[in-house]
């Protein structure tokens, strides 16, 4: 103070001479004093407040004041307040004895005065007289605090007007105590289950002490059941237990807080360097309607002790007994081929011993995959033991469904987590998309897992396809190609195979087609025709080690007379094996099954296939010849009508409406001459127009107005769409090209005569 006192005198000598000097030289203002600053000498870890009558006591704050002369000195109000604000969270107790001024200097005199739950204001003033020391001290003792929530510092803010600055002090810690609270093992409960081992460990020797407690809140929904619990000191707390009375261990009268005491003749741990360690087993816990599903977490706290860590500790998993099924791999599978593993997934349940022994679990694979009888799945127990015996198939189910029993010699101690692995499939060819097992049986498993990705073996391309007409012999078709989408896709075994292109009803090869392997290295055998030529017959001799094309030029047609208008449609197809004598079955892994027919005599025209096709394709489309107009019948609901005898195919059948028969307009027309380019239809009129020779005919949707070369007539009814197609009585369009229309009720014909 003496040091200071005689800089401030060396200063106002040096401001005088400079003065003397220079006139108007304007003089400093004198220096600041040294400003006021806050130090927090204690800074205790505290929990959260029980209640509201449940204070907490958290830090001491010295305040410095180094020149009381600050203050400031107007008239009688030589006084300045000093405000002081809690943190959220935190509130004042009560409004006497919650914040303590202790020992103040003789050198100040100081107010305690209280504001509200948060605030708190100290009024200083000056001393009195002329005391020989310009410094002060005060301490501030957060007394009774009540601690609502908050983590981590807890900093109260303090501020004045002119000597007091503003800054934020730490006067206590949350949750940063000095003990840890954990759990052996999480383990997955039901209703009054019990929990693993909890333990508590002192972090330092000496911070657990006699006749202090630790509080174990659970959330709703729970409550504590100690009846069978055991408490047991280690390390430090060696040889102490609730047997000889050193523990106690309580619910609280709403069972959802433990207490965790520390009585009778215990000792705590700085006897020897160890810290102490507390372990508490077969504890219960209880849940009622309200528990909710899931992690089981409770608050660790100090009843008394602020050196006990506050915690949040999952301890349990709350569940029904129950299972459920979990995804794990896909595998990629090709269709037509044997022996493909499928991916591995999972069958886990939700408490140990919801899978109850002599119960069963099915796996069924969807309609075109079926199960590999000798390799079926296995289980492997990634949690637990295992649960399953063998795998069986279920008759009768065409190896779509497996099941296996819950055996009785597995652990219940934990939640099992089994691991279905290793199965085979066989997928039938045109099989696509993801395979999907269904997961039932009387364990009461339950779920779908998807396993694979199923690929087509093989697709089939045309370009351009081509008319052929209807009654008529070797007519040209586009050509095929035979696209394999994975190396050994159409046979993944050195061994002969049999691929069948089979065309539909009433379409025959005219002669055999040339097929050539454009790209890969797959090779073929022999080709020739079966089946009185309604299909063709290719015999592979290698499988390709690369993806390969397979091309099939030259093909030229044949069409009888009962063919339909519409796509000529090509399908790769499987030969089924025959019960002839002089028939030979091969078995093995291929596009189109693992059985296949091949016939060593060479007779070929019996082979047998099968509906299933791994490919189809449009080779052509039939017309009929010339399209030429003539005696034509529509039935009621019947997609087929005839002209001049010839059955053709319409996509919407005539019906009867309003005691008049409604047939489709396009297909009439065609029936009466009018070529497929000349009927024309406009969405954005809704109108259709048909053209025959030198004859226009207009027709509009909802309109009963029909325009013949430009003359409009009138109807007695409008033209309507249904799916798509433009459906009025035949009599108007038919009249209006000079034909005539007949219906015969008996049955129900209508008869269009050219």
Excluded at 16 to 32: D, R
Excluded at 573 to 587: I, R
Aim: overall charge negative.
């Amino acid at each position: 103070m003496l040091r200071r006192n005689k800089t401030l005198s060396i200063i106002m000598s040096l401001c005088l001479c400079l003065a003397m000097l220079a006139p108007v030289f304007v003089a400093p203002q004198a220096a600041q004093a040294a400003s006021v600053d806050y130090t927090a000498i204690t800074t205790p870890s505290v929990g959260l407040s029980d209640n509201s009558s449940d204070p907490k006591a958290l830090g001491k704050v010295i305040i410095d004041i180094p020149d009381w002369r600050a203050l400031p000195d107007v008239g009688s109000s030589n006084y300045e307040y000093l405000t002081i604000t809690l943190p959220d969270g935190l509130e004042f107790y009560n409004s006497t004895d919650a914040l303590k001024v202790e020992d103040p200097t003789t050198r100040c005199t100081v107010a305690n005065e209280w504001v509200s739950k948060t605030t708190w204001q100290l009024k200083v003033q000056k001393p009195s007289g002329s005391p020989a020391d310009y410094d002060a001290s005060i301490m501030i003792d957060f007394n009774k605090i009540l601690v609502k929530s908050g983590s981590g510092n807890l900093d109260a803010a303090f501020a004045g007007a002119n000597l007091f600055p503003s800054k934020k002090v730490t006067i206590g810690v949350r949750g940063s105590g000095a003990t840890n609270t954990f759990i052996d093992s999480v383990k997955s409960i039901g209703d009054g289950g019990v929990i693993d081992a909890l333990i508590i460990d002192e972090k330092m020797a000496g911070t657990l002490e006699k006749n202090q407690a630790i509080k174990l809140k659970l959330p709703a929904g729970f409550t504590w059941n100690t009846t069978n619990a055991t408490v047991k000191g280690y390390w430090g707390f060696s040889n102490q237990s609730k047997v000889t009375g050193e523990f106690g261990l309580a619910p609280d009268t709403d069972k959802r807080t433990l207490l965790l005491s520390t009585t009778g003749t215990f000792a705590k741990s700085t006897s020897t360097t160890l810290p102490g360690r507390i372990r508490i087993e077969n504890l219960a816990i209880n849940a009622d309607d309200n528990a909710k599903y899931g992690d089981i977490e409770i608050n660790v706290s100090s009843h008394d002790n602020n050196d006990v860590t506050e915690q949040d500790v999952i301890v349990a998993k709350y569940g029904t007994y129950e299972t459920k099924v979990v995804e794990g791999t896909k595998e990629d599978v090709v269709a037509g081929q044997n022996e493909q593993a499928i991916g591995e997934f999972y069958i886990e349940e939700g408490i140990a011993g919801s899978l109850v022994s002599g119960r069963t679990v099915t796996l069924e694979l969807p309609k075109g995959v079926r199960w590999d009888s000798k390799k079926l799945p296995v289980e492997s127990a990634e949690k637990s033991d295992k649960h399953f015996g063998d795998f069986t198939i279920v008759s009768n189910t065409s190896q779509q469904k497996i099941k296996a029993t819950v055996v009785q010699n597995h652990d219940d101690s934990a939640a099992a987590k089994l691991k279905i692995k290793s199965g085979k499939i066989y997928v039938e060819p045109g099989f696509e998309g993801d395979i999907t097992i269904k997961v039932a049986g009387t364990a009461g498993v339950t779920g779908e897992v998807v396993v694979a990705n199923c690929n087509k073996a093989v697709t089939l391309t045309a370009e351009s396809p081509k008319d052929v007409v209807i009654g008529q012999a070797n007519q040209k078709a586009a050509d095929i190609v035979i696209t394999e989408n994975a190396k050994g896709a159409i046979m993944d075994k050195e061994d002969h195979d049999t691929l069948v292109v089979d065309l539909p009803d009433g379409v025959k090869f005219t002669e055999k087609p040339t097929v050539e392997v454009t790209e890969g290295d797959f090779e073929i055998d022999d080709t020739d025709l079966i089946n009185d030529s309604n299909a063709l017959e290719i015999t592979v001799k290698y499988a390709s080690t690369k993806a390969s094309k397979i091309k099939i030029s030259g093909i030229n047609l044949t069409l009888d007379r009962t063919v339909p208008e519409g796509k000529v449609v090509a399908k790769l197809l499987k030969a089924v094996g025959q019960t002839d004598p002089d028939a030979v079955t091969f078995t093995g892994s291929t596009a189109l099954d693992e059985g296949y027919y091949k016939d060593d005599l060479g007779d070929k025209d019996t082979v047998k296939l099968s509906e299933t096709s791994a490919g189809e394709v449009s080779i052509a489309t039939t017309i009929t010849p010339a399209q030429a107009g003539g005696n034509a019948m529509f039935k009621i609901n019947s997609n087929i009508y005839q002209v001049n005898g010839i059955s053709k195919v319409m996509d919407v059948a005539p019906y009867i409406k309003g005691n008049r028969t409604y047939v489709p307009v396009r297909y009439l027309a065609y029936a009466i001459g009018v070529a497929e380019n000349d009927v024309v239809w406009d969405a954005a009129t809704s109108k259709v127009t048909f053209t025959k020779g030198d004859k226009v005919v207009e027709l509009t949707i909802g309109s009963t107005t029909i325009t013949v070369n430009g003359e409009a007539q009138t109807m007695d009814v409008a033209p309507e769409i249904v799916n798509s197609r433009t459906m009025l009585p035949a009599r108007f369009v038919a009249e209006a090209f000079g034909a005539t229309v007949g219906w015969d009720a008996a049955t129900g014909t209508v008869l269009v005569q050219q």
